[in-house]
């Protein structure tokens, strides 16, 4: 029996749950990603919980056969990310960071030398130059992964202890 894949569809902006609830309907294994953040709203700051990847919807199919015959006809994807126009996977380093569930906040502490010290969160399965730069004013740490072979640069949420 083949292993499974994941696959990164993309899909209309704002659509994201309601793809996945129609793939889900027809019997596919989807994730939309979702991030624990703190925003600052009138003064405080407040936690909130958002689509990590909007505008993708991940999907698990053993082929881009079978992965076809799951999207095929499904309102609000655009196409499915590859590679040549020919559905690719995602890499197992990238199956391994973007399937692990929601994401928590990262919890990082500032070294004397000023460099970063990871203690726990989604930052720990990212490489030294993956991340870009930490702002502890903004709670934010900038970083760059792939998803489908795309490079995307994102700010993750972290807390400064």
Same mark, same amino acid.
């Given at each position: 029996m083949d292993r499974c894949h994941w696959y990164v569809l993309q899909? $209309?902006?704002?659509?994201e749950d309601d793809v996945s609830r129609d793939l889900?309907?027809?019997g596919a294994t989807v994730l939309t990603p979702r991030e624990h953040v703190t925003v600052r709203k009138g003064g405080k700051w407040n936690s909130r919980?958002?689509? $990590?990847?909007p505008g993708y919807v991940l999907i698990r199919a053993s082929s881009p056969v079978s992965l076809y015959g799951m999207v095929h006809a499904v309102s609000g994807i655009i196409r499915v990310l590859g590679n040549r126009g020919r559905p690719s996977p995602l890499t197992p380093e990238e199956e391994r960071y973007w399937t692990t569930g929601d994401w928590e906040i990262s919890r990082v502490h500032r070294e004397p030398d000023g460099s970063w010290d990871i203690l726990d969160g989604p930052l720990l399965q990212l490489k030294d130059d993956?991340?870009?730069?930490?702002?502890?004013?903004?709670?934010?740490?900038r970083?760059?992964?792939t998803v489908g072979g795309i490079t995307i640069t994102k700010d993750l949420a972290v807390e400064v202890v």
């Open positions: 899909v $209309l902006t704002g659509s889900a309907r027809r919980v958002r689509l $990590l990847l993956q991340i870009v730069r930490v702002s502890p004013h903004q709670r934010r740490a970083v760059r992964m």
